[in-house]
């Protein structure tokens, strides 16, 4: 078997074709659920079973016209093997929807070749023993069926890769996090802050650099990095010129703000929001209300707590050292007079008893929410309310949260597609009523909320009672959103249909707005 060197040649990029294209989604999958085995088989309830169906199917296909290819013989049953090998896998990655594909890391690039390497040497090794207890005539035709194992492979071999690189990943993990750690903790004069919360946190970041901007040299974490290393990564590539450093702090599991307060050791905290976000990870309510409260710890100067949710009011009540109030209705920092327009938002923000007049070209009541909480930590930083002032009416939209723009079709777009949460759908709700035309809404709902998951997505339908004119829903939330809304709304499995629905349902002078994007693991 595989003695002639085409034969081999043939069945080896054949197999490693197979495995590229029915490994796509696995990938995207395995690296959104953070390389834990445990979560990713958990996470793919629903989907696991059409994938391995899909796979098998591949199998058998592939077996069916290896055999009857030994029928023709010759170059016309190579021709066959070839054609079917290379059309199955293409049509199958064709057909899958990966709404956000694997980055090459590093790490996971070893994880990667790893599994094709594995997947590659079982196919090959089970092709060799098809092809032993076949007839010689067919030896070199049947075992090509083996292909086929690479379809079924990348749900196990991602996992076990991940498992065999884990002592490795770990030491790596363990030397960044005290480089990081050693770094700050030698830079005696920079100002630590920590930014965590449900909601709000990368803006409020963003937000908070800008501002601070007039008076330091800052340093804050890129896009949406969040993460032990994503932090590493920002640390280690600092100047070592900055007065300011702003860390972004998020948490899937208990005790992930603390681990991330244990190399930052931050001098101010910031508390965003406290809703249900996460909440299946964390425990409920509770546990994301706790997790939160990790940042308290032992801060160097002082904590901002937003006035905006229940939770996070509850735990400035309940904390005991230098603190403050800000938000819509902040006892320290508020926003008051607010007239907003679909294009920018005008108001007085009242700074511990200054008012200032201010203009901000984001809309929607959580942007004046973020830029209450960033302009209360600048404040007490020793940033003038005018500098502040100034900033806020220089700050940019950030990709995917709440960003407006008319496209080239003479539609206005609402891109609110980042991870969304029921607040921020309904002030989302009321930046959709101040547009104009026919409203259309396309959302797949909120996730990872556990046993709320159906009453908080049954609100976020009525949220948009009497404002959206139409809802295309999306995957498994539908029912529920669809129990809350009373209008004209439309189901699809998703996001590829979700499109090709839309364009039907608007044209130029309306408004769509996109509301949330769920990951791959959902």
Known sequence: MFGNIYNGILFFVLSAYTFVCFSVKTAAVFQQCGYRPREFFSSRRTERETLVAARFACVLTLSEITVSATL?????????????????????????KVVKRARFTARF?????????????????????LGCVAESSLGEYFGFAAIGISALLPPLLFPLSALVFSPYDKAVYKRSKKRCKDYLSSKRDLIKIGVTGSAGKTSVKNFLKEMLAAKYDVLATPKSYN??????????SASGEEDVFIAEMGARYKG?????????????GIITSVLAQHSETLGGIDGVKKTKAEILGNLGKFAVFSSDTEGSRALYEEYGKEKYSAGLTGVDVRVENVVMTAKKTTFDLILF??????VCFLVGRHVLSDICLAACAAYKLGVTGEDIVCAVAELKPIEHRTRVFTAASGVTVIDDGYNANIDGARYAAEILSLCGGKKVVVTPGIVELGEESEKVNEELGSAFSGVADVMILVGANAAAIGRGYKGERYVCENSVQAKK??????????????????????
């Open 109 to 129: 690039t070893r994880i990667y070749l790893l599994s094709g390497v594995l997947s590659v040497a079982a196919a090959f090794f089970t092709g060799y023993m």
């Open 256 to 268: 992930d703000v603390a681990e991330l307060c244990d190399m930052v050791r931050p001098d101010v």
């Open 72 to 96: 023709f013989g010759g170059k016309v049953a190579y021709f066959l093997v070839a054609a079917f090998g290379i059309a199955v896998p293409t049509g199958y990655a064709l057909s899958v």
């Open 227 to 236: 993460t032990p290393l994503g932090i590493c990564k920002t640390v280690l």
């Open 353 to 358: 008893g200054e008012r200032h007049k201010a």
């Open 501 to 522: 629905m839309l364009s039907g349902k608007i044209k130029s002078g309306d408004t769509v707005l996109f509301l949330s994007d769920i990951p791959d693991r959902y």
